[in-house]
T-cell receptor, first 111, second 113 residues
């Protein structure tokens, strides 16, 4: 089992460009999450999904969109990247009665 | 108000000694869970220990134990017999209700040989 994987691992964007981060899990988990981690601020929840076709906003959803068309995949989109979105992005998945399992992270820089 | 507060930005501990990392939380939901994660310099998030709000006993996992004081809303992590490999960032987190998670700002632990 690969667990939770994230694609890409690193990305540099220019302001205004768009991109999609892919999270995939092979553990058949119902719930999936996207977080961002900034220095000194811990992890903050962007969006989450409790099942295929459902998404919900977390603590810091502005500037991001998500989709969960398949149970194993959770996509995070930036339509018009801004320097404030420079961060490390973590995806996580879990069963309803379990802890979260995290992916390795994606380091995004917006110039 | 902050949902999770970790007041120790950095901590030092001598190898083989025990160390306590502090965490307080704020919620009015009767159903919640408390977690500790370790983040080494390589960046991955590693789950350490979990305590449910209805659990009567403090959770333990090997050298890790969670000192759960519900009335004080604290969930401190105790690491016994510290090892050099314990040097890392440690994050306290809370699951509020079924879905939402909140993380603290973390504590950087350095184990001194």
């Amino acid at each position: 089992n690969a667990g939770v994987t994230q694609t890409p691992k690193f990305r540099v964007l220019k302001t205004g460009q768009s991109m999609t981060l892919l999270c995939a899990q092979d553990m058949n988990h119902e719930y999936m999450y996207w977080y961002r981690q900034d220095p000194g601020m811990g992890l903050r929840l962007i969006h989450y999904s409790v099942g295929e076709g459902t998404t919900a906003k977390g603590e810091v959803p502005d500037g991001y969109n998500v989709s969960r068309l398949k149970k194993q995949n959770f996509l995070l989109g930036l339509e018009s990247a801004a320097p404030s979105q420079t961060s490390v992005y973590f995806c996580a998945s879990r069963r309803p009665t379990d802890t979260q399992y995290f992916g390795p992270g994606t380091r995004l820089t917006v110039l | 108000a902050q949902k999770i507060t970790q007041t120790q930005p950095g901590m030092f501990v001598q190898e083989k000694e025990a160390v306590t990392l502090d965490c307080t939380y704020d919620t009015s939901d009767p159903s919640y869970g408390l977690f500790w994660y370790k983040q080494p310099s390589s960046g991955e998030m590693i789950f350490l220990i979990y305590q449910g709000s209805y659990d009567q006993q403090n959770a333990t996992e090997g050298r890790y134990s969670l000192n759960f004081q519900k009335a004080r809303k604290s969930a401190n992590l105790v690491i016994s017999a510290s090892q050099l490999g314990d040097s890392a960032m440690y994050f306290c987190a809370m699951r509020e209700g079924t879905f939402q998670f909140y993380f603290g700002t973390g504590t950087s632990l350095t184990v001194i040989p």
